[in-house]
């Protein structure tokens, strides 16, 4: 079965988020406006058991960490999506690693740059139209994430939610 | 904010209620499939802490139940819904009361008939054609669900899982 981890900023900012993905976003119906933490990865049932007490864990040892949205950007040309960037920051940092190495080392196919997706598969001319455009707006929303969730996804290509996990004690 | 408790069941049986929802169900795209343990109900901001305190509590004392499909039904001529039938038993009729009694009582609307929605807001010849079809096939799912979820819904009216409950210790 294929997991991921990911955090879901406050009900504001998803609503902003989506108010841009139900016109750019094809996965728009998949999933809310999230923040992934770790890349999709396949585990057999008999696996999930270890790898939860794991994320339980670190999740206990880590602290909650601040989101904050600082500009609009794109990964163009690597693909033609948009997201809102979010500021690196020590404890978002820490997290990601936590949840990508030792027995949580499933392998990385991109560098971490934390974002929300709010477009994506664009056609070139649309996406730098609306870059164009949201580079122009401002944006300043900062808030705090103390939890995360596990994820799994189903065959047409949703994501439910199997667990939460509060960031610290 | 608008909460809602619902229960996930497995991959399987949410891949098989997704086969008909993504043609009969007008609210396949907010929520994956699921089977709602209290219905939506709103929360100030201030209220959250002490709501989720008595929902953790009232987790840690239950059971994890028997999810058993035993038929498809319509809750016709009340809506144009058509559903899964899950077969009453002790640990979810107790868990739906705890969650909607002392501390957690909100008011209902509805009855509690333990259902996983495949189908709604249907013309009425589509859903008695659909449902007889259905009344023909031979269902026969069982499963365990040890977890249910609180959910928020935002502005689009899509449902985000804000925590998952275990039951039992």
């Known amino acids: 079965m294929k997991y991921g981890i990911a955090a879901f900023p406050s009900k504001k900012l998803q609503d902003l988020a989506n108010s841009y993905r139900k016109r750019y976003d094809t996965k728009y119906a998949k999933v809310p406006p999230h923040i992934t933490l770790k ?47 979010i500021e690196e920051n020590k404890d978002l940092t820490v ?44 944006i300043a929303h900062e808030e705090t994430i103390d939890r995360f969730s596990l994820l799994y996804q189903l065959e047409d290509g949703t994501w439910t939610a199997y667990e939460t996990f509060k960031l610290g004690k």
């Not at 270890?50 to 904050?68: G, T």
């Not at 649309?126 to 164009?132: L, P």
């Open 39 to 85: 890349e999709p990865f396949e585990l057999k049932d008999e696996e999930l058991d270890q790898v939860l007490e794991e994320i339980r864990h670190a999740a206990s040892e880590l602290n909650p960490f601040k989101l904050k949205v600082v500009k609009f950007s794109t990964f163009y040309p690597g693909t033609n999506t948009i997201y809102m960037k």
């Open 95 to 138: 997290l990601h690693q936590r949840l990508n190495s030792g027995k949580l080392d499933f392998g990385m196919e991109h560098p971490f740059v934390p974002h929300i997706t709010i477009g994506q598969d664009m056609m070139y001319d649309e996406m730098q139209d609306v870059i164009g455009r949201l580079k122009m707006e401002r």
